[in-house]
C-alpha cells in the first residue's frame, strides 16, 4: 500500500501489548506500512518472559486462554511451525481437597465439595452448580463455533449448521447465559446464599464486580488455558516477526509521549527522544488514561469522556512472586498439573482488604495460583531444578500504596514485599512442602512493578474493571470502545472493553485494523 508524500507510515501502532501485535499483523499482512512502537526492549506486553540465573519465568500472563480465539488466530497466521503449544492442566485445591479440572463433570464435583462444608446451603449452591453447569456447556459450544472473525466468511457460513446439530443441546442455554451476564457476580451469589463465609468464598472465582456468567464459567477458563514451549514470550516474539518479514517496523525501546494533531485528526506521534513520525492513522494499545488525558493536546478530547476516564475504575493487578527452587518437575506435589489454584480455607477474603490499611496476613487467607510451567517444559530451568511463579489478586492502593512516596519505591516499600512474599510461600508450602528450602532464585512484583513495565494505571491485568457500572467500556459499549471521540485515533487491547483480558486484544485487533485498511484503500 502506498504511503501519502507527507506520510512515514500508512498507521503507527503505540504498544507493542497482544492487541497491538495483532493490529500490526494484520495490517502488514494487507500490504499495509506499518510502524509498532514499544517503550520497553521486547514485545509482548503481559505477554512476556524474562531470564534470571538459568531459569525462565513468564511475567503476567502464566498461560494462552485460547476463548476459541487464539489457536485460529495463530494458524490464520501460519505460526503454528514457530510455536509448540502444551495442553495446560488446571487443579482446584484446598488443605484436604484436590481436584483436577478436565470437564464440565468436574465442575459437580466442586460445588459437592461445598455442599460437604456447608450442607445448610445445599439448596442454593445446588442451584449455583446447575446454572454453572449451563454456562459452560453454552461457552464450549460457543469456543467451537465457526468465526468469520477469524477464519475465512465461507468456510464459517459453511460450517455453522454442523456446529449448530453437534452442540444444539447447549445452544438452550443461551438465554440463561446472556441473563446472567445482566447481574454483577456479587449480587448473584447474594440471591443463592447467606452464608458470609460461603459468600466471600463464592466472590473469589473472578475479578471483582464480573458479570454473574463470568463467575460461573471460572471453571471452564480453567479447562481453556495453553503455553508455549519456551515461555509465553514465543508468542509476541512469533507475532513481531510476522510484522518485519511482512513489511512492517518494530522499534524498541521507543517511548511515544505525544500524540500529534492537525487540525482535528491525530497524524502523527514524538517520542521520548524527540524523534517525530506521521502517519493518517494512529492506533493506541496503551493504557487508556495516559493515551487520552497525558498524550494530546488538552482540547482534543471531549470534556465528558475525560471525566468518564477519571471516573472509570481499572481492573485488579497482581502480586507475583517468581521462584527458582532445587526440586525436578516431576517431584513437584501437582499430580502432573502445571497451574493450581490453592484456597487455604472456605471463608475466603472481600476483595475490598486487599485496598487496606496494610495487613500484610490477608495474603495468608486468600487463594493464589501457583504455577510450575517446568512440568511440561523442562528447559524453563536449570536440569532437575524446576520455575514456581505464585501469583495472587493485588490492588496499588494497598497499604497506603505499598509504602511509596510521589510514586517512588521505599524501605516500606521492599519490606511489605518481603512480608508478602514470605506469607505465599507458607501458603504454597501447603502443596509443596518444604518449598522454602529450596529457593535458588526468589523476587516478586507488586502492582507498580507491573505499571512499570506495562504502564497499565494502578498496574491493571485486564484494562477496566469487570464491573459493568464502573468500566469504560462495558456492555454494548464494547462495540464502539475501539473508537474514542478523535478522528484518525483507534483504541486496541484490553482498554477498548470490558470485560478486558487477552481475548480483547485479538477481537478489536481485528476490527481496527479492517477498518484503517479499507479507509487507506478508500482515501477517508
Known amino acids: 500500500m502506498t504511503t501519502q508524500k507527507k506520510f512515514d507510515y500508512d498507521a503507527i501502532i503505540i504498544g507493542s501489548g497482544i492487541g497491538g501485535l495483532i493490529t500490526g499483523a494484520y495490517l502488514a499482512e494487507q500490504g499495509v506500512k506499518v510502524l509498532v512502537c514499544e517503550h520497553h526492549k521486547q514485545p509482548g506486553g503481559c505477554f512476556t518472559s524474562f531470564k534470571r540465573k538459568g531459569y525462565t519465568f513468564d511475567g503476567g500472563i502464566q498461560g494462552c486462554e485460547d476463548g476459541g480465539v ?42 459437592r465439595k461445598l455442599k460437604n462444608i456447608y450442607p445448610h446451603e445445599s439448596d442454593g449452591i445446588e442451584k449455583i ?47 440463561d447465559f446472556f441473563r446472567n451476564l445482566t447481574m454483577i457476580m456479587e449480587d448473584y451469589f447474594k440471591q443463592h446464599v447467606s452464608d458470609p463465609d460461603l459468600y466471600r468464598f463464592l466472590c473469589q472465582m473472578s475479578y471483582s464486580g464480573s458479570p454473574a456468567s463470568f463467575g460461573l464459567l471460572f471453571l471452564t477458563f480453567l479447562m481453556d488455558y495453553y503455553h508455549p514451549m519456551g515461555g509465553v514470550q514465543v508468542i509476541p516474539n512469533a507475532l513481531a516477526d510476522y510484522i518485519t518479514e511482512h513489511g512492517g517496523e518494530m522499534k524498541y525501546k521507543t517511548l511515544v509521549e505525544e500524540i500529534l494533531m492537525e487540525g482535528d485528526k491525530a497524524q502523527g506521534i514524538r517520542t521520548a527522544a524527540d524523534e517525530i513520525y506521521r502517519a493518517p492513522f494512529i492506533i493506541s494499545n496503551g493504557d487508556a488514561r495516559r493515551t487520552y488525558l497525558k498524550m ?19 481492573s485488579e493487578s497482581f502480586f507475583t512472586l517468581f521462584l527458582g527452587v532445587d526440586i525436578p518437575p516431576e517431584e513437584i506435589p501437582t499430580r502432573g498439573c502445571s497451574h493450581m489454584l490453592f484456597f487455604p480455607d472456605y471463608k475466603g477474603v472481600e476483595s475490598d482488604a486487599y485496598k487496606g490499611t496494610g495487613d500484610v496476613d490477608i495474603y495468608t487467607r486468600g487463594p493464589i495460583d501457583i504455577n510450575v510451567n517446568s512440568i511440561h517444559d523442562p528447559t524453563l530451568a536449570p536440569e532437575g531444578k524446576s520455575t514456581v511463579v505464585i501469583q495472587t489478586g493485588a490492588f496499588a492502593e494497598f497499604a497506603d500504596n505499598w509504602g511509596t512516596k510521589d510514586g517512588k519505591r521505599t524501605k516500606k516499600y521492599r519490606v511489605l514485599k518481603e512480608q508478602v512474599a514470605d506469607r505465599l510461600i507458607a501458603t504454597a508450602e501447603n502443596v509443596i512442602p518444604g518449598l522454602s528450602e529450596k529457593i535458588e532464585v526468589k523476587f516478586s512484583g507488586t502492582p507498580y512493578t507491573f505499571e512499570r513495565y506495562t504502564l497499565n494505571s494502578g498496574g491493571a491485568s485486564a484494562g477496566w474493571t469487570f464491573h459493568p457500572q464502573k468500566a469504560m467500556n462495558s456492555g454494548l459499549k464494547f462495540l464502539t470502545g475501539f473508537n474514542p471521540p478523535v478522528k484518525n485515533l483507534f483504541q486496541v487491547g484490553h482498554w477498548a472493553m470490558s470485560p478486558g483480558g487477552a481475548p480483547s486484544g485479538a477481537i478489536t485487533g481485528r476490527i481496527v485494523s479492517e477498518i484503517v485498511k479499507r479507509r487507506l484503500e478508500w482515501g477517508i
Open 296 to 314: 494530546l493536546p488538552p482540547d482534543a478530547v471531549p470534556e465528558p469522556y475525560k471525566q468518564e476516564l477519571r471516573r472509570s475504575v481499572v
Open 70 to 111: 487464539f489457536l485460529q488466530l495463530f494458524r490464520k497466521f501460519g505460526l503454528f511451525d514457530r510455536m509448540e503449544f502444551k495442553k495446560s492442566h488446571f487443579a482446584i485445591a484446598s488443605p484436604d481437597f484436590f481436584l483436577r479440572v478436565d470437564s464440565v463433570a468436574d465442575v459437580g464435583a466442586f460445588y
Open 129 to 175: 452448580l446447575g446454572d454453572a453447569q449451563a454456562c459452560c456447556e453454552f461457552m464450549f459450544a460457543f469456543q467451537e463455533m465457526p468465526n468469520a472473525m477469524f477464519a475465512p466468511w465461507k468456510e464459517a457460513l459453511v460450517g455453522f449448521p454442523g456446529w449448530y446439530r453437534k452442540h444444539a443441546a447447549a445452544v438452550k442455554y443461551a438465554p
